[in-house]
């Protein structure tokens, strides 16, 4: 299986961070089926100085395509709806981008690495 790793940054608007924690906390099971439903694996948010960082892995075949069925998921869009109103783009998102992608610039599956051998 091959696993596709992305990455992408928003910003949290401040005075909705206690709700968008609170929603996260109690996220709705059928977008969590959905998210699961589109390839979706080890997602996750962090939050750091106003910056949502979201990181997830596909497991699918075709990205584009279940990312597409995943937008039109009707409990998806939904929550959405109450979840878009906790963020704005960072500034350096392109036209018409909500979630910015980042680009990864390391990765390691976590190898042993004998650190004696190293010196």
């Not at 990312?67 to 998806?76: F, V």
Request: glycine share 6%; aromatic share 12%; hydrophobic share 40%.
């Amino acid at each position: 299986m091959t696993v596709q790793r992305f990455a992408s940054v928003i910003r949290l608007v401040p005075e909705k961070e206690a709700e968008y924690r609170e929603l996260h906390a109690n996220a709705w099971p059928g977008v969590l089926n959905a998210i699961s439903a589109a390839g979706i694996r080890n997602y996750s948010i962090f939050l750091r100085d106003g910056l949502l960082f979201s990181y997830l892995e596909y497991v699918g075949d075709d990205y584009e395509a279940d990312m597409a069925t995943l937008s039109t998921d009707e409990e998806t869009r939904r929550w959405w709806t109450v979840t878009d109103p906790c963020q704005t783009p960072v500034d350096s998102a392109e036209d018409g981008e909500w979630w910015a992608p980042a680009v990864e610039v390391f990765h390691t599956d976590g190898l042993a690495h004998d650190t004696e051998d190293a010196q």
